[in-house]
């Protein structure tokens, strides 16, 4: 069994600060995959090998950081090594850096993909959206290749997006704002019918959440006004091999390391 889990850290210095730590050593993950880091690369290593957050002494740590300091970044860190690390996505003239990353892993099944992602939150009528948007297309076009390529493959992360009223406490009140626009969801139906696998609503068919964000503003936390935008997206054959999953929410506001709660799921291969 790999444990695959995904959280967005909203900043690994930060998380490193509070309950992290606990956390990571409770969780017991084989490859977390994380976004926002929001640190450089030697941060990110100082952290998680001597610092706070020290993970088990062997793991492979790679990650992305994005072009502009302090910004977005992502990672996978993996009890295994990879054979192969890639994070180009989209023409040379997009920059998708510190947003997508990718890896391959050997396992008895076959080669195993493993994508840690971090969508643009985006701003209706501004240029965040316009970059939303690009990057949700050249994303589209990634993922079509890995399904028509990969048997176990799996899109992790904080994708920025409510697919369904099911997936956002608030739906009524945000149908003309970022992250459930109707335009952002068609990219969602779109990879449904590229044939990937929510694995999300797949173990909770029919019902709101489980939320995987809540604004640190009001009550949001307290009254489960959420949002479910962090997912895991397989492909068929993984899907199947796919069970126990789970989101890590705080049990309390005032436990809470990071605004978005960590995403489980244990693959069979």
């Known amino acids: 069994m790999l444990k695959v889990t995904t959280v967005n850290v909203n900043g690994i210095r930060a998380a490193a600060k509070k309950s992290m730590a606990q956390w990571l050593k409770e969780a017991d993950p084989d490859i977390l995959c994380l976004q926002e880091v929001r640190a450089p690369h030697g941060e990110l290593l100082a952290l998680a090998v001597d610092g706070p957050i020290a993970i088990p002494s062997g793991w492979n740590i790679y990650d992305h950081e994005a072009t502009a300091k302090g910004r977005a970044g992502v990672a996978i860190l993996s009890k295994q090594p990879a054979l192969e690390v890639?994070?180009?996505?989209?023409?040379?003239?997009?920059?998708?850096?510190?947003?997508?990353?990718?890896?391959?892993?050997?396992?008895?099944?076959?080669?195993?993909?493993?994508?840690?992602?971090?969508?643009?939150?985006?701003?209706?009528?501004?240029?965040?959206?316009?970059?939303?948007?690009?990057?949700?297309?050249?994303?589209?076009?990634?993922?079509?290749?890995?399904?028509?390529?990969?048997?176990?493959?799996?899109?992790?992360?904080?994708?920025?997006?409510?697919?369904?009223?099911l997936d956002i406490k608030n739906w009524k009140g945000n149908l003309k704002n970022a992250g459930f626009l109707p335009q952002e969801r068609a990219f969602f139906d779109g990879f449904a019918n590229q044939g990937w696998v929510d694995m999300g609503r797949a173990a909770h068919p029919g019902v709101p959440g489980p939320y995987t964000w809540w604004s640190f503003r009001g009550q949001a936390f307290d009254t489960d006004a959420g949002w479910r935008i962090d997912y895991q997206l397989a492909t068929p054959k993984l899907a199947e091999k796919g069970q126990n999953y789970r989101v890590d929410r705080a049990p309390s506001y005032d436990t809470r390391w990071t605004d978005h709660t960590p995403v489980n799921v244990e693959y069979d291969l």
């Open 86 to 165: 890639r994070v180009n996505l989209g023409p040379d003239d997009f920059d998708s850096a510190g947003r997508w990353i990718e890896a391959d892993f050997e396992t008895p099944s076959g080669i195993f993909t493993v994508v840690s992602v971090y969508v643009h939150s985006g701003e209706v009528d501004t240029p965040k959206q316009v970059e939303k948007y690009k990057f949700l297309n050249a994303m589209s076009e990634r993922m079509q290749w890995l399904i028509e390529n990969r048997d176990y493959a799996v899109v992790v992360g904080d994708l920025n997006v409510g697919h369904t009223e």
